[in-house]
């Protein structure tokens, strides 16, 4: 049964402390995106990678780490730097291939609290 | 400064009527669009794309329009069910640089399906 999944649905944290959000995917897709979500708004880039060992940032990278060391994996690291963590965090992906849909695949989401 | 803007908030739908959601981008870069459906603390699911060399996309009860000149889309659902009320998100890319870039995307419009 292919698809992404992020661990854990609800993570709490105290501020000033690193934390790290999980995503896999078994799809076999080479592109890989972590979006933020804010009440009442759309969808935000974070950060993207198109080829393991390699990634761009997006519309709002400041604060945030990530690594593709595997192409099924794409952890996103919130450093104590983000000013504002609290938000709902979206990992998605996309096959590159030619010829194949260019929609993104979304996993469930982790809902991040800094206490 | 907002390159994808769904100016309705909400909308009310009784069911079994048509339900019109809008879209408008001010990128002209911009050459694929779609249409996502999200409920809450859950991942957007794809629901229908349409590449700008169309202007019209169908698929099923759902079709979307592209209206380049105007840079506006609409997402036409009939009949409107009661399973439909979730917010939906319009997205934009520009994919035909063969990059993997991130959607762009509009803050969502809430659907409420009435009885």
């Known amino acids: 049964d292919g698809g992404i999944t992020q661990s854990p649905k609800y993570l709490f944290r105290k501020e000033g402390q690193n934390v790290t959000l999980s995503c896999e995917q078994n799809l076999n897709h080479d592109a890989m995106y972590w979006y933020r979500q804010d009440p009442g708004q759309g969808l935000r880039l974070i950060y993207y990678?198109?080829?393991?060992?390699?990634?761009q940032k997006g519309d709002i990278a400041e604060g945030y780490s990530v690594s593709r060391e595997k192409k099924e994996s794409f952890p996103l690291t919130v450093t104590s730097a983000q000013k504002n963590p609290t938000a709902f965090y979206l990992c998605a992906s996309r096959d590159l291939r030619r010829g194949a849909n260019n929609e993104q695949f979304f996993g469930p989401g982790t809902r991040l609290t800094v206490l | 400064d907002q390159q994808v803007k769904q100016n309705s908030p909400s909308l009310s739908v009784q069911e079994g009527r048509i339900s019109i959601l809008n879209c408008d981008y001010t990128n002209s870069m911009f050459d694929y669009f779609l249409w996502y459906k999200k409920y809450p603390a859950e991942g957007p699911t794809f629901l229908i794309s349409i590449s700008s060399i169309k202007d019209k996309n169908e698929d099923g009860r759902f079709t979307v329009f592209l209206n380049k000149s105007a840079k506006h889309l609409s997402l036409h659902i009939v009949p409107s069910q009661p399973g439909d009320s979730a917010v939906y998100f319009c997205?934009?890319?520009?994919?035909?640089?063969?990059?993997?870039?991130?959607?762009?995307f509009g803050k969502g419009t809430h659907l409420i399906i009435q009885p």
């Open positions: 990678s198109q080829i393991v060992n390699d990634f």
């Open positions: 997205a934009a890319s520009a994919y035909s640089g063969g990059g993997a870039d991130g959607l762009t």
